[in-house]
């Protein structure tokens, strides 16, 4: 089944202990991206990544970094977290001739 | 910058009642336009798009049309049912950003029985 997987799908940290969150895909993407998810502010991007080795920032990339060293995975990591950063995250993946994205179910991450 | 204005919900209907969520954007060129759905507890799923002016997206019964003049791409459906409340997002993507999107704040959708 093609499908983008999220891990873990909840957590609850503590402000500035290091956290990473996983995002995989299993249909050969070119494209993944990380957005945030709060309420009445849409989606917004925070990094993406056009292929391996190859990343940029989005509309929100302060306080978190990104990796791409393989093509399925697209990790997210806070090295320092702040309670601002308490939202929903989302990774999302599209081949490079679709427009379409494919989105993950989401991680709930808390910040005390 | 690129931007995408939706109404603000919630949206409170009953079953079989027409559906219209108002989205305009603003972008330089001719952006693609999409219709996301998120179900309680999922992630988003693509419900339609339209690449160019005058298209008509259409899906499970939802349409919308890429408006050049005015700038929108409003999504409707003719008869909504139970099933159908979710949170709605419009989106675009600029020609030149990529797989970046630019999404609208949401609108949830209630349709009561």
């Known amino acids: 089944e093609a499908q983008v997987t999220q891990n873990p799908r909840y957590l609850i940290t503590v402000t500035g202990k290091k956290l990473t969150v996983t995002c995989s895909q299993n249909?050969?993407?070119?494209?993944m991206s990380w957005y945030r998810q709060d309420p009445g502010l849409g989606l917004r991007q925070i990094y993406y990544?056009?292929?391996?080795?190859?990343?940029d920032k989005g509309d929100v990339p302060e306080g978190y970094k990104v990796s791409r060293k393989e093509k399925r995975n697209f990790p997210l990591i806070l090295e320092s977290p702040s309670p601002n950063q308490t939202s929903l995250y989302f990774c999302a993946s599209s081949s490079a001739d679709s427009l379409a994205q494919y989105f993950g179910p989401g991680t709930r991450l808390t910040v005390l | 910058g690129n931007s995408v204005t939706q109404m603000e919900g919630p949206v409170t209907l009953s079953e079989e009642a027409f559906l219209t969520i108002n989205c305009t954007y603003t972008a330089t060129g001719y952006p693609s336009l999409f219709w996301y759905v998120q179900y309680p507890g999922e992630g988003l799923q693509l419900l339609l798009k339209?690449?160019?002016?005058?298209d008509k997206g259409s899906n499970k019964g939802f349409e919308a049309t890429y408006r050049k003049e005015t700038t929108s791409f409003h999504l409707e459906k003719g008869s909504v049912q139970v099933s159908d409340s979710a949170v709605y997002f419009c989106?675009?993507?600029?020609?030149?950003?990529?797989?970046?999107?630019?999404f609208g704040g949401g609108t949830r959708l209630m349709v009561k029985p």
């Open positions: 249909m050969n993407h070119e494209y």
């Open positions: 989106a675009l993507r600029a020609n030149n950003a990529g797989n970046m999107l630019t």
């Open positions: 990544s056009m292929n391996v080795e190859v990343t």
């Open positions: 339209a690449t160019k002016a005058d």
